[in-house]
């Protein structure tokens, strides 16, 4: 298995980016998958994540302002981020776990990507 993200980059306060991350094992569809962040120095934090039933948990400080959705077909995992603050600016890592449904604790995934960096000016 193999996540690679893109999307990545820079933005001002307000500004929007989207990143995807694409999954080569065919079966991806069949587990949870979920987007994590990471600030310097911290443990990784869950941001979002989507169930094999389309289930969606978004954590508290970008609920409303991030949007996760995944394209089955294409084992393609996005997650488009509005209203970007300073404060989320971190690596952000996509991930998956080889259940049907997710949690928000990063040592229950199986599987990550290289992680992406997003920085967001005031």
């Known amino acids: 298995v193999q996540l690679v993200e893109s999307g990545g980059g820079s933005t001002h306060a307000g500004g929007s980016l989207r990143l995807s991350c694409a999954d080569s094992?065919?079966?991806?569809?069949?587990?949870?998958r979920a987007w994590f962040r990471q600030y310097p120095g911290k443990e990784r934090e869950g941001v979002a994540n989507?169930?094999?039933?389309?289930?969606?948990r978004y954590a508290d400080s970008v609920k409303d302002r991030f949007t996760i959705s995944r394209n089955n077909a294409e084992n393609t995992l996005y997650l488009e981020m509005n209203s970007l603050k300073p404060e989320d600016t971190a690596i952000y890592y996509c991930?998956?776990?080889?259940?049907?449904?997710?949690?928000?604790?990063?040592?229950?995934?199986?599987?990550w990507g290289q992680g992406t960096q997003v920085t967001v000016s005031a």
């Open positions: 991930a998956t776990r080889l259940q049907f449904f997710c949690t928000m604790t990063a040592s229950h995934y199986n599987y």
């Open positions: 094992a065919y079966t991806s569809s069949l587990y949870c």
């Open positions: 989507i169930d094999r039933d389309g289930a969606i």
